[in-house]
């Protein structure tokens, strides 16, 4: 086949869609579901609320990213299946990824942030900004259906009174916000807070799937590019091995699974060109281990290097009593505490929609932290590690810390401490956005090419060093659509 896609996240989306565009067949192999057909339930998506199998990846135990209420842990037993949202453990943290076709698009927040340009130029200085802010950016934007919310509805919702609350004390420490902007479809959510339409986002729905409002890969990229006909997906197929091809291309090696993780067929195939897009983890595990087991020698040292978390930290405040969040909250988060140049945070203004009033502030912070890990091949298991540390996150605690500790002086508040296991305020043990191990510029040229195997491409958050200062979707987005157009242009 013309062209092999690894991953059907935001770089593999990219990928295949300009690829058919340009003519070229192109097959999406995805080793999560297809998230499409109902359950018993009638539901796609499992329940917010009380997670079922469908809402974690592989594992016999949920584990929320808000664990604990009150102390005690929410999390509970559930049966093995390829549910949505993974949280992989790499020793020292939980790597929070999306399951399916679609990617991480299945179970994000939707915050659509395109950093500031003095910061993107410094974390990638090889490629032009000139390019990626009036072309790019633009671009991925338009394509993922980017949209704001009204501000005079904002003002008035009583679904974003946790968000108002959140401005509101910011503010009164000195720290500017700013309103993000979001794929989640905001007329959809007028309706929904109208009671004219099925609710989604008002009905807590995100980190496991939402069934209406958000506009994910499936129906952007992913809708364009099978729209083409030029397009297959296989879900539930996991590449495992990639290797030269006696003459010319690639030999993929792939493992067909079923719901529970089972291997139901090994199968190989042949590709000219390869696009490696299963994501940072997925993209480096694979990568790491070609390199160490010899199927792909030649990759450059500076494969697996430069992992980073984002600088994410979530932490909780309680407000006062007269503090009202609300017990009714959108899920899909629509504001930030923009301290980036002064204080290293950006931090989101999330929301915890429990149904009840609970006067909890919850932020997920993203922080200069230039702390950075790298991926090993270990030959006794034959599995791939993460060099990451809980040290090595302190500095995302203490870059986060001036920021919450100035606004509850101000507020004469207090940090929640019963959210993240008995007695701890900082969730540092796990990210949502894992960035880095194989970096633009360096375990690939400037456009994404991998040294020393021609017709080999990296195409997602993988190539991204580390931190980009805010919700990385749309640069993962931005740079693939840089990077396919000059593949496209000079190399098929
Ligand atoms: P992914 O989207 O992770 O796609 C990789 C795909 O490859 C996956 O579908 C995976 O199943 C597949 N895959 C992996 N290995 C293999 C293999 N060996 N064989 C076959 N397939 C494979 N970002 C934002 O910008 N804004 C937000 O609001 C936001 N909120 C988030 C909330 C949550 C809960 C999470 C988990 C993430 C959030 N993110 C957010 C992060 C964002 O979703 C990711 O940065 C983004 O999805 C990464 O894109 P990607 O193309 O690099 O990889």
Not at 61 to 70: A, I
Not at 178 to 204: C, H
Request: aromatic fraction near 10%; charge should be neutral; charged fraction near 15%.
């Amino acid at each position: 086949m013309p062209a092999l896609i690894i991953g059907s996240g935001y770089g593999g989306a990219v990928t295949a869609l300009r690829l058919a565009q340009a003519g070229i067949d192109c097959h999406i192999v995805e080793m999560g579901r297809d998230w499409t057909t109902p359950g018993s339930d009638g539901r796609i998506f499992t329940q917010t609320a009380s997670p079922d199998q469908r809402g974690f990846w592989l594992r016999d135990r949920t584990k929320q990213p808000v664990s604990h209420f009150l102390g005690v842990s929410i999390d509970r037993n559930i049966s093995k299946y390829t549910g949505i949202l993974d949280a992989e453990n790499m020793g020292a943290i939980h790597v929070y990824q999306g399951r399916g076709v679609g990617g991480g698009s299945l179970v994000n927040g939707g915050m659509a942030v395109t950093p500031k340009r003095s910061w993107f130029e410094q974390i990638l200085p090889s490629v032009d900004a000139n390019e990626m802010y009036n072309t790019f950016y633009p671009r991925a934007n338009a394509t993922l259906g980017v949209n704001n919310i009204d501000p005079a509805w904002f003002d008035s919702t009583e679904w974003y009174q946790f968000s108002r609350v959140g401005r509101k004390v910011a503010q009164r420490s000195g720290f500017a916000t700013t309103f993000v902007p979001n794929v989640y479809d905001f007329n959809y959510m007028k309706q929904e807070a109208a009671g004219t339409v099925t609710k989604s986002a008002l009905a807590g729905e995100v980190i496991f799937g939402n069934h209406h409002g958000k506009k994910s890969l499936p129906v952007t990229y992913l809708g364009q590019a099978a729209a083409t006909g030029k397009v297959t997906i296989s879900p539930l197929h996991r590449v495992t091995k990639v290797a030269p091809a006696a003459g010319s291309g690639y030999t993929v090696d792939i493992e067909q699974i079923n719901e529970t993780g089972g291997v139901v067929a090994t199968k190989s195939v042949t590709a000219d060109k390869v696009f490696f897009a299963a994501g940072s983890v997925g993209t480096s595990k694979l990568l790491v281990s070609m390199k160490a087991q010899g199927h792909l020698p030649n990759l450059a040292g500076a494969v697996g290097q430069e992992w980073g978390t984002n600088g994410n930290v979530m932490v909780a405040r309680a407000n006062h009593a007269w503090d009202t969040t609300g017990k009714n909250q959108s899920s899909i988060p629509t504001m930030g505490i923009d301290a980036w140049d002064t204080n290293g945070v950006f931090a989101e203004i999330a929301p915890f929609p429990a149904g009840a009033e609970l006067w909890v502030s919850l932020y997920l912070a993203i922080t200069k932290n230039p702390e950075r890990a790298s991926f090993q091949y270990n030959s006794s298991t034959g599995g791939v590690g993460l060099s990451w540390n809980q040290a090595q996150a302190q500095k995302s605690i203490d870059l986060a810390k001036v920021v919450f500790d100035k606004i509850n002086k101000k507020e004469v508040t207090v940090y929640r401490s019963d959210m993240f296991g008995s007695n701890k305020v900082w969730n540092e043990g796990l990210t949502y956005h894992p960035l880095g191990g194989a970096v633009l510029n360096k375990a690939t040229d400037n456009f994404g090419r991998l040294h020393g195997y021609p017709g080999l491409y990296v195409m997602d958050g993988a190539l991204v060093p580390g931190n980009v200062g805010v919700n990385p979707f749309v640069t993962i987005t931005a740079l693939a659509e840089r990077n396919i157009a000059s593949i496209i242009a000079s190399d098929l």
